[in-house]
């Protein structure tokens, strides 16, 4: 580990925002960078798609007339459905090149006069227009850590106007002194906007905790705009960041307040920025608690706030409690993410999801502790791992909102052109992560592990780092020099959630959103940044390309002296500051 470059040659910048330095680029050089990543498609009422950035500033441009602009786009859909795929609408001229049941191929290919100005979209439907699903399967390889074979079961709310579950809403909200700002101002906007979508037949009230607990009201409240208006009223008052974070007793109390309801679906809305050193009693009382409760038990659904919670405690309660887990890293996405979050949680449409497939096989194993509901707001995906053979067909079944039973056809699919590991491997390996945080299971931690360096996706339990092992003669000659046989590697930083920041919840440090420190900086770079380099950062590297680009040879000479003139400056600056300690007056 002698040869690893430092801190700051790579990683996340911020939440969705990914740096690398590449080291040792000779000017004139060609770069060529392939990424690869994933991303989960969105849905809205009965409709896919996906979003890839696309747009490339314009000082990456080439100049003008120099190079030849070639944009080619190749998309392959693999819907998984025997049903008919019908294309929505698309950002970029795509054809269609082929066909195949439930699989398609379009190409974009043109020689354009600059790099695409914005995002590309594509978006399709499956035709169904009531619940729908399917089974995907594929055999484990010699590659695979678990010969087991790999499931996935997706079900649809389908596009059709299906009822949504009545429900007893409790919000249950953080508001310990590191909310302060706007963290807490983006939540309480974000509640304000959730209790003007229930409807009435609905009932919720609104917890806060710190230190201390307080509820809007002593039992729960009936929807009306009297009601809704008076709870508004009451957060402007009541939403104040003080103090510190008690997690049990608020949700004790959530609990209790749901424990008489009757008809409607009870849920549970748990909205955080701390960690707390009860956690793991939390999971296990809750745990207790819902099994006790059975089908009628309350789903909780959890909400992470920066990095000093841990994310893996509330997705670990949110899998116990039949809930929907998610989080925002960044501050300007609080109050999206969190409207995201409760639609998906609160408009349930099948309940009680269960599978008939574990009577057919020998071993049946499902990632999450338990199905969740279905949503009219997104599909479901549950996955796992099996032995033995699956049906033709599996029949799932849930409650309706008239509490009446629907039963559905699930058609097996074997699949081998996919690589449905690959698509599954970054949840697995948080569900898994979850459960040994909570059973501190080694046995589970070396799973983790083993899933993700065959899958190259980061774990708590790992780290990443890019090689650079593509040397010309020259490079290979220094390294040799230096006594370093291996290849340099530039760790890569930012990309963990860790499991909390319980001192910084006692200390009350404000919200983590990312704030990384910045790299420290040699002295003499430090002592350099005087005036030359205070006008040389209201320029930037483009305008100085295009401006040098259009100077004739009298002018460029002119410049280069004056810019030789104004280096010595700086050196002569830089050396009395770092040589003589500068002199004070």
Known sequence: MENIGKADSGGLLKPHMFCLTIPQVEGGADILATVKWSQKLHYDNGRFSV????????????????????????????????????????????KEKARQGDKLSF??????????????????????????????????TSQDSDDRDRFSIFLLPGSGNRKVFKKAVVFVVDTSGSMQGKPLENVKNAVSTALSELAQGDYFNIVTFNDELHSFSSCLENVNEKTIAGAIDWMNQNFVAEGGTDIMHPLSEAMALLSSVHDVLPQIFLMTDGSVDDEHDICKIMQTELISRGSKSPRISTFGLGVYCNHYFLRMLASIGKGHYDAALETGSVESRILKWFKKASNTVVANISIDAAKYLDDFEVDSEYIPDISAESPLCVSGKYRGKFPDTVIGKGNLADMTEISIELKVQHVTDMPLDNFLAAQQIALLTAKAWLSADKQLERKVMTLSIQHSVISEYTSMVALQTNLDAPQKVKQK??????????????LKLGFGDKAATRENLLAGFGNEKPPETLKIFKKAGGCCSRVADCL???CCIKACNRMNDQCAIVMAQICTALSCLGCYECCAEVCCGGSES
């Open 51 to 94: 979003d890839i950035p696309f747009r490339f500033p314009y000082y990456v441009n080439p100049l003008p007339k120099v190079f030849m602009k070639r944009e080619k786009i190749q998309l392959t859909v693999n819907s998984g459905f025997s049903k008919e795929v019908l294309l929505q609408g698309t950002s970029h001229p795509l």
């Open 540 to 542: 930037c590297c483009m």
């Open 481 to 494: 020099q230096k006594g370093a046989n291996e290849p340099l590697r530039i760790p890569l930083h930012g």
């Open 107 to 140: 190409l974009h290919e043109a020689i354009v006069e600059s790099w695409s100005s914005k995002d590309f979209t594509f978006s399709y439907s499956v035709y169904s227009g009531n619940l729908s699903g399917g089974i995907l399967v594929q055999p484990s």
